[in-house]
């Protein structure tokens, strides 16, 4: 069970590294693909299956269905060459960002270690739990999110027709 938690995990790091620095977003889009079925192998070793499902049905269905027709609808061909900036304390800014977010992953992941299992709503299941939660505590962020990928599409049309002129 150890070992192939550790073989998704290895396949969606590497994956996500390859959507990150994939040239063309075709290809970005695939691999994170790949990585989304990699977490939600991950979701069914913690035995949840039902955000398993919905990580398969929604995020590598839906959502990427939906990235893949904005990435066909803006009729990418081959990727530009990108500009030279000029500002030498980019790469600098860059590694302080990056390891200021390996220190807030590190302290997570040692948080998450050290605190014991505990149900989200006691006496209720899986689903029941993570839908009332949702629905109560965590609305906002969740309709937030929602309005979110609304203005993204929107965006990303709007780009797409600009560019058709």
Known sequence: MQILFFILGAVALIAG???????????????????????AGIYLLAHAEF????????????IMV????????????????????????????GIILAGFTGLILI?????????????????????????????TDYLLPFEVTSVLLLVAIVGAVVLAKSKLK
Do not use: C, D
Not at 114 to 126: F, R, S, V
């Open 17 to 39: 590294g390859l959507v990150v620095f994939q040239k063309h977003p075709l290809r970005s889009a695939l691999w994170l693909i790949v990585n989304f079925f990699a977490v």
């Open 51 to 62: 955000i398993a499902a919905i990580q398969v049905i929604v995020y590598a269905g839906a």
């Open 66 to 93: 939906l990235f893949l027709f904005v990435i066909m609808l803006m009729n990418i061909r081959q990727p530009e060459e990108a500009p030279k900036i000029p500002f030498i304390g980019q790469k600098l800014a």
């Open 107 to 135: 302290y997570g992941v040692t948080k998450a270690a050290l605190t014991t299992g505990k149900e989200m709503a006691p006496g209720l299941g899986n689903t029941e739990s993570i839908a009332r939660s949702l629905f």
